[in-house]
């Protein structure tokens, strides 16, 4: 078995409400990161997730899952492809450092100070 099949894990799309991710039996579920949305100039967008509880006639089944991060060298700049920057759709981002990205972005969602 791949990956875990009791539900729960939930995203969040542009209008804001919260939807059920069920994917077919087997499959995989991977979550772009912010750093990869960058590099793709939003092509492949982030999408915030969560996970609720689940509903009383299941709490007896067992769900796991296994989050997994990589995280750019420091010093790469990040950039987005040229295969994904075109006249139909400018680059959106400036190049910016690995780290102070992951610096920006920790300040922005509040993991440490400003």
Not at 28 to 38: A, T
Not at 65 to 89: G, N, T, W, Y
Request: proline share 11%; hydrophobic share 35%; with cysteine.
């Amino acid at each position: 078995m791949l990956g875990a099949e009791e539900g729960g894990l939930e995203l969040r799309d542009r209008s804001g409400k919260w939807l059920p991710v069920a994917p077919p039996p087997g499959a995989l579920v991977i979550n772009v990161g912010d750093m990869l949305q960058r590099l793709t100039n939003h092509v492949l967008p982030s999408t915030s997730h969560r996970v609720v509880n689940p509903s009383p006639e299941r709490r007896g089944y067992s769900r796991y899952s296994m989050p997994f991060f990589l995280h750019l060298r420091p010093d790469f700049i990040i950039d987005a492809l040229p295969q994904c920057v075109s006249e139909d759709k400018p680059r959106r981002d400036p190049p910016i450092s690995a780290h102070d990205y992951l610096i920006e972005r920790l300040a922005e969602i509040g993991l440490i100070g400003k």
